[in-house]
């Protein structure tokens, strides 16, 4: 792979601790929902809405390469990302996603095309294919 960019940040206390990137951009205390048996604090987030943020906003942007390569003109792109955490059958912990795409612009054909071009390109795709369902929805 041909390095282009990489992201550092450090986690201090895991679930109910503080994440920081290295550059200052992100900085954010976490704490376990109280879903999932944890305090909830307020103010705070947790690993699976830093997840969500980062998959929909590039999922994003591989929509918007997608759809400058194929002379699409799409006025809006809208990535709504939903990132689960569940117990797994056979142990431990595991995550699904569904991806809620509205595109303005372009027909409903077209926008489901240029979607599922857009999840063969995006990275956060790649990474956890064959590991993490993945459901895309595109809303009309």
């Known amino acids: 792979m041909k390095r282009l960019?990489?992201?550092?940040?450090?986690?201090?206390?895991?679930?109910?601790?503080?994440?920081?990137?290295?550059?200052?951009?992100?900085?954010?205390?976490?704490?376990?929902?109280?879903?999932?048996?944890?305090?909830?604090?307020?103010?705070?987030?947790?690993?699976?809405?830093?997840?969500?943020?980062g998959y929909s906003a590039c999922f994003?942007?591989?929509?918007?390469?997608?759809?400058?390569?194929q002379k699409k003109a799409v006025e809006r792109i809208e990535v709504t990302g939903d990132v689960t955490i569940g117990t797994r059958d056979?142990?431990?912990?595991?995550?699904?996603v569904e991806l809620r795409i509205k595109l303005s612009g372009v027909s409903a054909a077209d926008a489901r095309a240029i979607v599922e071009k857009a999840h063969t390109i995006c990275p956060y795709s790649n990474a956890i294919r064959g590991?993490?369902?993945v459901t895309l929805t595109v809303v009309e």
Request: zero cysteines; proline letters at 7%; a negative charge.
């Open 90 to 96: 056979d142990g431990g912990f595991g995550l699904e």
């Open 131 to 133: 590991n993490v369902p």
């Open 5 to 53: 960019f990489t992201a550092t940040a450090t986690a201090v206390g895991g679930r109910n601790g503080h994440s920081e990137a290295s550059d200052g951009t992100v900085s954010v205390d976490l704490s376990v929902p109280k879903a999932m048996g944890g305090p909830g604090k307020p103010g705070t987030t947790t690993p699976e809405h830093l997840f969500a943020t």
């Open 60 to 69: 994003g942007s591989a929509i918007d390469y997608v759809a400058k390569l």
